[in-house]
């Protein structure tokens, strides 16, 4: 069974680098696997879509409407944006952060209110304020593996796996703060 | 020795070229082709290089095949219709070293100005184009690519598509081939092309693409998969993915070369399955062969000319289906923006305050077009806005374009906004001409060019001076700027949009992403002394958004404190602190 994880959030939140953790540890665990990025203009600011899906043969780089089993969700507004992906019993992980889109900026729309609380109506749904813990940690930029730490639990693999991944996967000055980040999202779950 | 790993795409592209034995590379960045180069850039075997634009790149593949090495040039699919030029001629000529051009086609625009579909180009160029649907196939056909090109003594086209590019999937690698060179001899009725010998040659490309599609039926990248005969797919790429996905038991002919079809393969197929759909992204170039054979098909009227394609696509069409258990909400639209810092922000909000139209251009300063910066009225392909605005003033009069300006990037002025400058020179142009040099390719991810003073290879150069090319080619009034400066920026403008002198105004400051930079400030607003006027947000920096009170706030981990913002706010509301 093909397992699809979804990654959303804006440019520049590093979902990129998220979704790269995720296929690695899905290729080491002996999964075939097949991740699809967001490169070029969409990368500024906008709307950010990555996918990671593995199984046993994966065709399509892609998950489709109502496929994902898990959606790491970096902002609300995004998690709303997407949240028809999952499948019925599907797990949303939302970092609890709000960045407003530039339509909102300039008054032409409205960030809608009480994201969380309703989505929690119809979906399984945990949520993180990734951004505290990453600067409580010293590090504002290390708040994608406070996240990918706190969505680990529900996507699978041990997390002494997980945590040899990021090892190999961050920028070298910055696997030991890297890896303590993932371990407190990892345990915050509990 | 064998050995698996994860790529990218356009990573596995270039691992395809290295074993094959490829020994050249030029190329201009494009999305989705730019990561080929950079990739392939890190093999200390191939010599890679970022031409100014994809004529030259084409170019500069052609000798190298003519003197006898396998080379490559890549682009984005509009960047084939700069290089069609050569590309048209390359194919009379043939090659000497096998050559391939990868060509990125964008269905659904993920960053294009259009979605055209390059086996158009390739059929009416009468070049072959090989098309891979995985990362493995990426780099197992660049190297069957260079054995056609050498065997039918014919450029390819190796075309990818933004899914195929930009996912990555496993790939087992090989080592590089030993190509030896050839040699290269005196030929002109073959390299020349002048009347005589190009109507000799004429019939040797219709003769070759003939030979091709007869073998084509035995080609190991054509193959058909038999499953359930009641239904079937001719497909190719990364359509290819979506059949296996949505419709495991189907009967497939899965085509790894997509120009010439394979009339042979096809028949075969199509008289072993009773119902057939063509499976294409864009148009319907295999449709409309394999309809002209006679032989009874779906596709177009039922799968859409535009966007990419899906399983889920497959599965509505073919039966009905719909995965979808919960409604899609509305959400404000989020669309790409300036980056907090980005110097085009500021001149935007110049030529916003002083209400004047931008002839645009290809690059991350197209977005000056959305609000509330709202500045670019136009915008159509590399280089167009200088020329579109030469127009503009040889239609309409010198005093319709008093208030309008073409802005393009340094990239794009060494692509080809240069003729365009000297269009202007030479036919007397009153205009004003912003060049936004901000040290790099930013768009496609920060390549260096021609007067960034380093190649693709790291190597420092020398860095062309765009004011001494600029006043080179006749231009007398050249001004250089800091981006930033806002209030000599807007004297600067003032004035050259209403002298009747043509002049070109080159405003500086670096790309706020380029590596090495350092932002020590910050800008934080003051709450108490903030009036809600709101002029801090016309300039659409996403690091500014509002309280609940309506006064603003800074997002201190986003801004990299420009402090353009506190130019525009008259209470003083704003500061800029060191971090």
Not at chain 2, 229 to 244: L, M, R
Not at chain 2, 468 to 486: H, P, S
């Amino acid at each position: 069974m093909t397992k699809n994880i979804m990654i959303v959030g804006v440019g520049g939140q590093g979902t990129l680098l998220t979704s790269r953790i995720i296929g690695k540890t899905a290729l080491e665990a002996g999964y075939d696997v097949k991740i699809s990025e967001v490169h070029g203009m969409a990368q500024r600011g906008g709307s950010v879509v990555t996918f990671v899906r593995y199984g046993e043969r994966v065709c399509e780089p892609v998950c489709e409407e109502g496929q994902a089993d898990v959606i790491i969700a970096f902002e609300r507004l995004e998690a709303q944006r997407y949240a028809h992906f999952l499948k019925k019993d599907g797990v949303l992980v939302v970092n609890d952060c709000k960045i407003e889109p530039m339509t909102v900026v300039i008054g032409a729309k409205e960030y809608p209110k009480g994201i969380l609380e309703d989505l929690k109506k119809e979906h399984t749904l945990y949520s993180i304020d990734g951004q505290k813990i990453a600067i409580e940690l010293g590090n504002s930029k290390v708040l994608n593996s406070v996240v990918l730490g706190f969505a680990a639990p529900y996507i699978g693999f041990d997390k002494a796996a997980w945590l040899s991944v990021v090892e190999k996967t961050v920028p070298q000055k910055t696997i030991e703060i890297n890896k303590k980040a993932f371990e407190y999202g990892y345990d915050a779950q509990k | 020795m064998a050995n698996k790993t994860i790529m990218l795409g356009n990573e596995a592209i270039a691992r395809g070229a290295y074993e094959a034995g490829v020994k050249l590379s030029s190329a201009y960045p494009g999305t989705p082709s730019t990561e080929i180069s950079e990739y392939l850039a890190k093999y200390d075997e191939v010599y890679t290089e970022w031409a100014p634009n994809e004529k030259v790149a084409c170019e500069v593949a052609i000798g190298a095949s003519y003197s006898g090495v396998r080379s490559l040039a890549c682009m984005k699919h509009v960047g084939l219709n700069v290089a069609s030029d050569p590309l048209y001629t390359f194919s009379y000529t043939g090659v000497n070293g096998g050559s391939v051009i990868v060509v990125a086609d964008d269905p659904g625009l993920a960053s294009s100005q259009n979605e055209q579909d390059t086996r158009m180009v390739a059929r009416s160029a009468h070049v072959p184009v090989i098309e891979p649907s995985d990362s493995q196939e990426a780099k197992d056909f660049m190297k069957i690519a260079y054995e056609i090109s050498e065997k039918y003594d014919t450029p390819v086209i190796f075309r990818t598509t933004t899914k195929l590019a930009h996912s990555q999937s496993i790939v087992e690698l090989y080592d590089r081939m030993e190509v030896s060179d050839k040699e290269y001899s005196r030929n002109t009725a073959k390299y020349v092309m002048m009347p005589g010998s190009a109507i000799g040659r004429h019939l040797v490309v219709e003769d070759r693409e003939k030979r091709l599609a007869k073998d084509a039926a035995s080609l190991s990248i054509n193959k058909i998969e038999m499953g359930d005969t009641k239904i079937g797919f001719i497909t190719s790429g990364i359509a290819y993915q979506y059949v296996k996905e949505a419709c495991p038991e189907a009967s497939v002919l899965k085509l790894g070369l997509v120009n010439p079809l394979s009339k042979e393969l096809i028949a075969d197929f199509c008289s072993r399955v009773e119902t057939v759909y063509i499976f294409e992204e864009l148009e319907p170039v295999i449709e409309e062969q394999v309809r002209a054979w006679g032989f009874d098909v779906k596709g177009k009227e039922l799968f859409t000319r535009q966007g990419e394609y899906s399983a889920n696509l497959l599965k509505r069409v073919i039966y009905g289906n719909d995965d979808c258990v919960f409604d899609k909400k509305d959400a404000p639209a989020r669309p790409p923006i300036l980056c907090p810092g980005c110097p085009h922000r500021s001149v935007y909000s110049v030529l916003n305050k002083l209400k004047i139209h931008a002839s645009g251009d290809i690059g991350c300063y197209t977005l000056g077009a959305v609000p509330p910066l709202a500045v670019v009225d136009t915008c159509v392909c590399m280089g167009a806005s200088i020329s579109a605005l030469h127009g503009m003033e040889k239609g309409k009069g010198k005093d319709y374009i008093k208030n309008w300006v073409a802005v393009i990037g340094d990239s794009t002025f060494l692509h080809t906004g240069i003729n365009s400058l000297v269009n202007m020179v030479y036919n007397k142009s009153t205009a004003t001409v912003m060049i936004l040099d901000n040290r790099t390719t930013g768009m496609t991810g920060h390549q260096d060019h021609a007067a960034t003073g380093k190649t693709l290879k790291g190597e420092e150069t020398y860095a062309i001076d765009l004011s001494e090319l600029c006043r080179a080619i006749g231009v007398k009034n050249v001004i250089e700027v800091n981006a930033f400066d806002v209030k000599e920026l807007e004297r600067i403008v003032k004035e050259s949009c209403a002298s009747d002198e043509l002049t070109v105004i080159i405003t500086k400051a670096p790309c706020v992403l380029l590596k090495g930079q350092k932002f020590p400030n910050v800008c934080r607003a003051n709450p108490e002394a903030c009036k809600k006027c709101g002029m801090c947000l016309k300039i659409g920096c996403p690091a500014i958004t509002k309280n609940a009170d309506g006064t603003i706030k800074i997002d201190e981990t986003m801004c990299n404190g420009c402090g353009l913002c506190k130019n525009y706010c008259k209470f003083g509301a704003i500061e800029t602190v060191v971090r």
